[in-house]
């Protein structure tokens, strides 16, 4: 049965460290479907579910949510795909997370974008997201085509509202407390896999030869 394993993946890294671009990369390359918490919380926001509207304020002064929140809403979205591959992006992202993810599935590898505080510091108060697809552009790194538009829908892009250089030094420090132990629990289960830069361009072919090795063609998802 290896040959037709069905292969689970984590990516990590500090917000802005390039999860989102990377993921993009991998899910084009590698057909594995590709889950991101923030996306999820940032769709039940805009579309004003009841959750979205108790998560915005946590989200907006760069607090994590709340575990039992997000577990149970990530860990949903995993049953309705127990035939695929996937990548999960933003989560876990406390060890309480991860232990709740490690009781329903195995992670085979975890990918780890070690990027320098101050490189992402900059990047992301000139970010812009197109918030259904969860795309995002720089206006230095990966300008829109059109200035202000999705490439590919055309729909406006926004600047999301945590993206501001307050709230980006509290998820920082979130990050450094909250998730930095979860690299230390990945890395005591031999799964982490730790690439550091500070481009984009420039981590991407490690980690796409990380994953030809790791992934024949026969693990990927019929496209
Ligand atoms: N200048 C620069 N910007 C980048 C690079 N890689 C990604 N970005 C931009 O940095 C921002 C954060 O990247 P993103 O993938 O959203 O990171 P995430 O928060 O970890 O998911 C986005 O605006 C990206 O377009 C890079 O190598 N250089
Ligand atoms: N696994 C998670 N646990 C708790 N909060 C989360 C989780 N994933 C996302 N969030 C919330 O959503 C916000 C945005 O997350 P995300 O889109 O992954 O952004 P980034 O990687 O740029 O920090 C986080 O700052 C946090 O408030």
Known sequence: MSLHRIFR??????????????????????????????DILR??????????LLMKSCIDQGQLVPDDV?????LRDLRAMEQNSWLLDGFPRTV?????????????????LNVPFQT????LTSRWTHLPSGRVYNTDFNPPKVPGLDDVTGEPLVQRDDDTPGTVTRRLKSYETQ????????RSKGVLQTFSGTETNKIWPHVEAFLH???PTA???VA
């Open 213 to 215: 090795r790791k992934l």
């Open 120 to 123: 992402i510091k900059e990047r």
């Open 70 to 74: 997000i577990s149970r809403l990530i």
């Open 9 to 38: 993946a984590v990516i990590m890294g500090p917000p802005g460290s390039g999860k989102g671009t990377v993921s993009a990369r991998i899910t084009k390359t590698f057909g594995l479907k590709h889950i991101s918490s923030g």
């Open 96 to 112: 309480s997370q991860a232990e709740a993810l490690d009781d329903a599935y195995t992670v085979d590898t975890v990918i780890n």
């Open 179 to 186: 998730t930095e132990p979860v690299l230390e629990y990945y």
């Open 219 to 221: 693990n990927r998802n």
């Open 43 to 52: 769709a039940n926001i805009n579309a004003k579910t009841e959750l979205g």
